[in-house]
């Protein structure tokens, strides 16, 4: 039997962490796409990251057909637990390495039954990590209705014919098939990583503590430099143009 193929984007934020927040997706077939998301008052970013892919795999689920699933996270912290430590947790009765209880243990077992219960039905599940704010669309919309509901604001969420859809969603910066130069250039290797907040800069030695600044907040920049003096500039120009 061959599988229909759906795209999911999905994204979470939170304001404060823990604070007001919200998940966001995009379920995309090759006719229809629905974008779909909730707010939460008192929440955690992990949380809406797992909300997120929890709720939008349950609306494939309700479908009734069996698909090839292209889930598109920006957390790594989704798709590691789903794809690696679930099942050791799930075995150790959710202690993880530490000893510690496993964190969000009752989304974890809501994400890994909806996970089964595709998968028993004949869908598969392909995860693959989308980096954030990097331009790509579904990305960038997924966390635009995650952050729109996380400021309290409903969102007009899209219901319809993917032919009047207006963001491109057939390529984003993680795909395979993309020309070479660009996988090359993300393979370059940083010098540091920047950003600027609220009109703050600061330096990263990682691009995980530099995203975890910026993730959620509005007109920020960020950048990873490959010099002293690409930092140095890049800062530079970006305080003279507050």
Excluded at 33 to 50: P, Q, R, S, W, Y
Excluded at 177 to 202: D, F, Q, R, T
Aim: aromatic share 8%.
């Amino acid at each position: 039997m061959k599988l229909l193929n759906i795209l999911i984007y999905t994204d979470g934020s939170s304001r404060g962490n823990p604070g007001p927040g919200g998940w966001g997706a995009i379920i995309a077939t090759k006719e229809m796409v629905t974008e779909i998301g909730e707010g939460d008052k008192h929440t955690t970013n992990n949380k809406m990251e797992l909300t997120s892919a929890i709720k939008s795999l349950e609306f494939v689920r309700d479908l009734g057909s069996a698909f090839t699933i292209d889930m598109r996270a920006d957390s790594r912290y989704v798709i590691n637990g789903i794809t690696k430590w679930v099942f050791g947790w799930q075995k150790n009765g959710w202690v993880n390495s530490q000893k510690k209880d496993v964190l969000n243990r009752e989304l974890w077992e809501n994400l890994a039954e909806v996970t089964a219960d595709l998968q028993m039905s004949g869908s598969k599940i392909l995860w693959n990590y989308t980096p954030g704010h990097s331009g790509i669309p579904g990305n960038e919309r997924a966390d635009e209705i995650a952050t729109t509901f996380a400021d309290r604001v409903s969102p007009n969420l899209f219901k319809g014919s993917r032919s009047k859809y207006s963001l491109d969603l057939t390529s984003h910066a993680g795909d395979q098939k993309l020309p070479a130069i660009k996988k090359s250039k993300s393979k370059e290797k940083a010098y540091s990583y920047i950003s600027l907040v609220n009109g703050k800069c600061m330096k990263h030695d990682t691009w995980v503590e530099c995203e975890r600044r910026v993730k959620g907040v509005p007109n920020v920049k960020f950048k990873k430099t490959r010099s002293a003096d690409d930092e140095r500039q890049t800062m530079f120009l970006w305080k003279s143009n507050r």
